[in-house]
């Protein structure tokens, strides 16, 4: 067993019961829980540092997603883009590692960034987008000081989130496969999927990713501790070696290579900080605003859901129901985030499946949140240094990650039907269609389908038709906007 298989050496609701610890703990052990969670603060540094090392990439990513021009053709700047996602990241992980205390940590939702540039950004102007983020935020707010996200989560059925673990598995390592180029876009008229570029392995990133993949398996197998950290470390390593021998271009990393470009230190650039402006929507209309927020909220408060729930499972946090304790504060800075991130100029920010790279390496409470907090933080000041870690390196943890989830799958009954084919559903389309959103749908829809042809729909609770009725328009969007006349 690896060291991110520890139990605790307390039931879940004794770790978030506030419960005073054995006198002569640390201040930090009483109050982040860590000795009652079966936990140490070497183990949660650690964790912090894997998580912000896996999860490091958004820093260039979300600037990349969010730099096309927006209805007024006005172009964000790269400097202001990487210093608002970093800021907004470190804030509202830091209130996730003091608040929540939960080993969970936020960034820019890459769904949530999608649908900005995809959907908001041709229709309004970027202040205006970052106040839709505002919006969604305090609407998931309103959700859970009314209880209502909780209660949705909670009447999820254990198997179902069970099923949104091992989907989440799966969607994390197809993920890592992806950025580390061993599976591929098909061609036009092929497969969807192939292996690498055109059904080869190619370039010496691939070999790269390959080699700290093998590492941190080999380390787990030999129960060494921090084997992800470890790997990571020296694969990065290796990867600086390797770029600099055969003199590889920019290009061959993703426009992420190995190396450090100009000074270490950065000075910050906060000019979209406080940059949102509400109302001014002009053709738009308000019919518009309410899919668009509607659709944020889609995309912010589900695929939070699971992932909560697929990385607490994994950390141990979780009762014999699949409930966490301390989730209303979770799922509330979870929902702030969205208007953080708007307030900040770096899109709405979201719980990220990354965090279970620092659940594998033994973080169990908030404090390793603190540490991932802290060095996005520092990256305002080190920006350059974030660019060190190739995403081909990062992206072997993830697929660490995911052969480590699947071990859910033997809490399944897959010989009851009720149960198996909705959990088949949500595991399978959350890496087939790349959206967690879509395979938890899927999974509530064929669950209260199959209940009612078996006629148990009594059993089916008033939440769970609720989210039946929310995810077909969720799958019936398109359909719906042009039939209203929005799309």
């Known amino acids: 067993m690896t060291q991110s298989s520890v139990e605790p050496k307390t039931t879940a609701e004794d770790a978030g019961s506030g419960s005073r610890p054995p006198a002569g703990r640390s201040w930090l052990d009483r109050y982040f829980h860590i000795s009652e969670r079966g936990s140490t603060v070497s183990r949660e540094v650690r964790g912090g540092i894997t998580t912000f090392m896996a999860m490091a990439y958004i820093l260039l990513l979300n600037p990349l997603i969010l730099g096309g021009p927006d209805v007024d053709k006005t172009v964000l700047s790269q400097p202001g883009l990487i210093t608002a996602t970093a800021l907004a990241a470190a804030a509202t992980t830091l209130l996730m590692g003091f608040v929540g205390k939960v080993p969970l940590a936020l960034a820019a939702g890459l769904s949530v960034s999608g649908v900005l540039a995809s959907q908001v950004a041709p229709v309004m102007t970027w202040p205006q987008a970052m106040a839709m983020c505002v919006m969604y935020g305090v609407v998931i707010c309103?959700?859970?000081?009314?209880?209502?996200?909780?209660?949705?989560?909670?009447?999820?059925?254990?198997?179902?989130?069970?099923?949104?673990?091992?989907?989440?598995?799966?969607?994390?390592?197809?993920?890592?496969?992806?950025?580390?180029?061993?599976?591929?876009?098909?061609?036009?008229?092929?497969?969807?999927?192939?292996?690498?570029?055109?059904?080869?392995?190619?370039?010496?990133?691939?070999?790269?990713?390959?080699?700290?993949?093998?590492?941190?398996?080999?380390?787990?197998?030999?129960?060494?501790?921090?084997?992800?950290?470890?790997?990571?470390?020296?694969?990065?390593?290796?990867?600086?070696?390797?770029?600099?021998?055969?003199g590889l271009d920019a290009k061959a990393w993703n426009n992420s290579p190995p190396e450090l470009n100009g000074s270490i230190v950065s000075t910050p650039d906060?000019?979209?900080?406080?940059?949102?402006?509400?109302?001014?929507?002009?053709?738009?209309?308000?019919?518009?605003?309410?899919?668009?927020?509607?659709?944020?909220?889609?995309?912010?408060?589900?695929?939070?859901?699971?992932?909560?729930?697929?990385?607490?499972?994994?950390?141990?946090?979780?009762?014999?129901?699949?409930?966490?304790?301390?989730?209303?504060?979770?799922?509330?800075?979870?929902?702030?985030?969205?208007?953080?991130?708007?307030?900040?100029?770096?899109?709405?920010?979201?719980?990220?499946?990354?965090?279970?790279?620092?659940?594998?390496?033994?973080?169990?409470?908030?404090?390793?949140?603190?540490?991932?907090?802290?060095?996005?933080?520092?990256?305002?000041?080190?920006?350059?240094?974030?660019?060190?870690?190739?995403?081909?390196?990062?992206?072997?943890?993830?697929?660490?990650?995911?052969?480590?989830?699947?071990?859910?799958?033997?809490?399944?009954?897959?010989?009851?039907?009720?149960?198996?084919?909705p959990t088949f559903l949500t595991v399978v389309l959350m890496p087939f269609t790349y959206s967690i959103t879509a395979g938890v749908a899927a999974g509530v829809i064929s669950y209260v389908a199959i209940k009612v042809a078996q006629g148990r729909a009594r059993e089916v609770g008033g939440f769970m038709w609720g989210l039946t009725v929310i995810f077909v328009v969720f799958f019936a969007i398109n359909p719906i906007e042009h039939w209203l006349g929005v799309g």
């Open 142 to 246: 309103l959700l859970v000081v009314t209880g209502l996200r909780e209660l949705i989560m909670n009447a999820i059925p254990l198997p179902l989130k069970h099923g949104i673990t091992i989907g989440i598995g799966l969607f994390v390592a197809i993920i890592g496969l992806f950025k580390g180029g061993i599976v591929g876009r098909g061609p036009e008229f092929g497969p969807p999927v192939t292996l690498g570029v055109g059904g080869e392995l190619q370039g010496w990133p691939v070999l790269v990713f390959s080699i700290t993949l093998l590492l941190i398996f080999m380390l787990q197998a030999r129960n060494i501790p921090g084997a992800i950290l470890i790997g990571i470390v020296i694969g990065t390593l290796v990867a600086v070696i390797i770029h600099n021998f055969a």
């Open 270 to 421: 906060f000019s979209l900080f406080g940059q949102i402006e509400f109302g001014g929507w002009g053709d738009v209309g308000a019919l518009t605003v309410g899919m668009i927020v509607f659709t944020l909220v889609l995309a912010g408060f589900f695929d939070a859901m699971a992932t909560i729930i697929g990385v607490g499972t994994e950390a141990k946090l979780a009762d014999d129901k699949g409930r966490m304790p301390g989730l209303s504060k979770a799922l509330f800075v979870d929902g702030a985030g969205g208007a953080i991130g708007g307030v900040a100029g770096g899109s709405g920010q979201t719980v990220f499946v990354e965090s279970a790279t620092g659940v594998g390496e033994g973080a169990r409470t908030g404090f390793s949140s603190v540490v991932t907090g802290l060095f996005f933080a520092a990256c305002l000041f080190f920006t350059p240094l974030t660019a060190i870690v190739p995403p081909q390196v990062a992206s072997a943890a993830l697929v660490v990650i995911g052969a480590m989830m699947m071990q859910n799958a033997r809490h399944v009954d897959w010989s009851d039907r009720a149960v198996a084919i």
